[in-house]
């Protein structure tokens, strides 16, 4: 719009671009759509403050401030991981039909919501943003082979809460389950 200031309109193009790719990004690392709406916001809300600063490089800002607020909520919240467990959605017999898709992303996502922060947060950037070691490793502010630990464990742990490794272990055996 004419008149706006330069963040203003460097902001509107970059949440043109990327604004839904980063929602999808926030709500993985929330855990929901609200929670993910809010901590998008909050991460826009720091880039538009800090614009003079980091206007350079706005995107790489808006992801790691989104990675430091969910950090700091899942701290905060740290008593309610005991209660997530309570949470967790059974296996149901069932035909697979055209839900079958929003069901894995929802048991990815409860799934996801079990790890501990730095797990999730080296999955997420890995393997749902696509980023490199390094730019994961800058993104949280660590070093390349942290970014390698945590995304190794935390595939662990997701083969192992999902039943992979269960199953697969089985097959080698070739024991029943």
């Known amino acids: 719009m004419p008149g706006e ?11 043109a671009e990327r604004g839904e ?18 901590l998008l916001q909050a991460a826009l809300e720091r880039v538009f403050r800090n614009w003079r600063r980091i206007h350079s490089d706005a995107e790489g800002y808006l992801r790691r401030t989104m990675v430091h607020l969910a950090s700091d909520r899942w701290r905060r919240h740290g008593s309610w991981r005991g209660r997530l467990r309570l949470l967790r959605a059974t296996a149901l017999d069932y035909l697979p039909d055209a839900t079958v898709h929003v069901d894995h992303r929802d048991q990815l ?3 996801l919501l079990q790890l501990p922060s730095r797990q999730r947060t080296a999955i997420v950037l ?3 943003e696509d980023l490199s070691e390094a730019e994961t490793a800058e ?3 660590c070093s390349v082979g942290t970014v390698k630990s945590a995304a190794s464990r ?10 992979i490794d269960s ?4 097959a080698r055996t070739g024991r029943q389950p």
């Open 126 to 128: 890995r393997y749902w």
């Open 109 to 111: 996502v409860r799934l």
């Open 154 to 163: 935390g595939m662990q742990r997701l083969r192992e809460l999902s039943g």
């Open 167 to 170: 199953a697969s272990q089985n």
């Open 21 to 38: 790719w980063l929602l999808r990004t926030a709500i993985l690392l929330a855990g929901s759509q609200e929670a993910g709406e809010d």
């Open 5 to 15: 200031p330069p963040a203003v309109a460097e902001l509107e193009s970059l949440l």
């Open 139 to 141: 993104v949280m502010g």
